[in-house]
């Protein structure tokens, strides 16, 4: 099973930026699609953005022209750039793996980690 462990979050204003990172254990890595996730307090975890393995990417429309997702296959870690953060982006962020770019959202294979905070406030 892959195991993943993010890191990179913080306290960041209005409009700042951070780069999220995910490392992943085995040496399989390069042939699964990566994905970023988020839960709000009292929200459901939702995807935000994922990357197949041949590097095609998607985005949830409210993270559109802010984040980019990229991955380095050498490191075996996935990375998230945030710019012009808004206080709705707060929540905690993690990562996981699928066969495909489109099961991202239906069915991961790792083990939910235990993310990385970010919060967004003046």
């Known amino acids: 099973q892959v195991q993943l462990v993010e890191s990179g979050g913080g306290l960041v204003q209005p409009g700042g930026s951070l780069r999220l990172s995910c490392a992943a254990s085995g040496s399989i890595f390069s042939i699964y699609a990566m994905g970023w996730y988020r839960q709000a307090p009292g929200k459901q975890r939702e995807l935000v953005a994922g990357?197949?393995?041949?590097?095609?990417?998607n985005y949830a429309d409210s993270v559109k022209g802010r984040f980019t997702i990229s991955r380095d296959n050498a490191k075996n870690t996935v990375y998230l750039q945030m710019n012009s953060l808004k206080p709705e982006d707060t929540a905690i962020y993690y990562c996981n793996s699928a066969v495909g770019l489109g099961l991202l959202s239906r069915k991961v294979l790792g083990s939910w980690g235990q993310g990385t905070q970010v919060t967004v406030s003046s």
């Open positions: 990357i197949s393995s041949g590097g095609s990417t």
